[in-house]
């Protein structure tokens, strides 16, 4: 698939060995449940170390190692203990590393939109006041001491699905020339979703005293496939999405966005797989690129290099507008076993 960067969601061995003597950069992950003891004790994110990076490093090319996966997230007394350990483990296994001689895998942690308190305009957003002192502070002043960057899971699809009648679909699948839109606190005009959306977490990270800390999208994508009442998750608008989204993240020199125009954004799209088996609603299942046999969904070029007129034509969409009928049921779907990890331009 020509892809430049691969992500999985733990430190699988059978997976690492397997992306050994590639040209793969590879993100690792450590599970959420392992923070609070690596936090607590520096002896145990040196076993971590010596058990999932040593044995592949550095014939496996891994260059990210996030902690955990939206941590911020989870809001219950468990959740908040992790808030708290979240930095220190990011401390401990850096510590780690440099113990190793090793300087070129950097460490983050991947954060979901909900870290902001408001959004819109960009220029106004600011962080959770729940987290913004005691948890944000302090991890942006660890990845801008380490150089690392901001990782962050931005879905233009759902604030689109849940407010259609106000952000148009053209605006969300980067066709929104004619669309624009504009912060009338900072004059920045926007052609596109997901620009406004990274621009709210640079403007955010500005005003804690953090400028210049560089993002990498750790996921993003749209679903090929839903229950009939979720509106927009067909194939024709995933694979325009996700097309549109590799030709403007592989465009030399970089594009950027308005509030940083000109910088190279690394880019994860999930998924590589639809996830048959996972619980949810049906668009939970359906972010893949692949079929379960590693068949693809519709015609992707990683590159950003192949001409979009010469994709095949893709069926249709009857769901970009709500479903206005009545819902009798959902039919239980066909599982398979699929693989938790990603691609990315």
Known sequence: MKAGRVKIYDANPE??????????????????????????????????????????????????????????????????????????????????????????????????MDVLQSTFPPSSSAFRSDIRDSVMVPMLKFL???????????????????????????????????????????????????????DSLIFAMAKLGYPDINLVISETGWPNSGDR?????????????????????????????????????????FSLFDENQKPGPGTERHWGLLHPDGTPIYDIDLTGKQPMKDFAALPASNNNKPFKGKMLGVAAREVEETDLSENCT
Do not use: C
């Open 144 to 198: 801008d001491q380490t150089k690392s960057f901001f990782f962050i899971d931005v879905y233009p699809y759902f604030p689109w699905s849940m407010n259609s009648y106000n952000i148009s679909l053209e605006f969300a699948l980067f066709r929104g020339n004619s669309s624009r839109t504009r912060d009338p606190g900072s004059g920045l005009v926007y052609t596109n979703l997901l620009d406004q959306m990274l």
């Open 15 to 112: 997976i690492l060995r397997l992306l050994s003597n590639t040209k793969l950069k590879v993100s690792i992950m450590i599970p959420n449940n392992e923070i609070s003891g690596i936090a607590a004790n520096q002896s145990i994110a040196d076993e971590w170390v010596r058990n999932n990076v040593l044995p592949y490093y550095p014939n496996t090319m891994i260059r990210y190692l996030l902690m955990g996966n939206e941590v911020l997230s989870y809001n219950s007394e468990q959740g908040h203990q992790m808030w708290r350990d979240l930095v220190p483990a990011m401390r401990s296994i850096e510590r780690s590393l440099r113990a190793q001689n090793i300087r070129d895998i950097k460490i983050g942690t991947p954060l979901a």
């Open 229 to 269: 009442e979720e509106l927009g998750a067909n194939t024709i608008n995933a694979a325009t999405y996700n097309r549109n989204l590799i030709q403007r993240m592989t465009t030399k020199p970089p594009i950027g966005t308005p509030a940083r125009p000109g910088v190279a954004i690394p880019t994860f799209i």
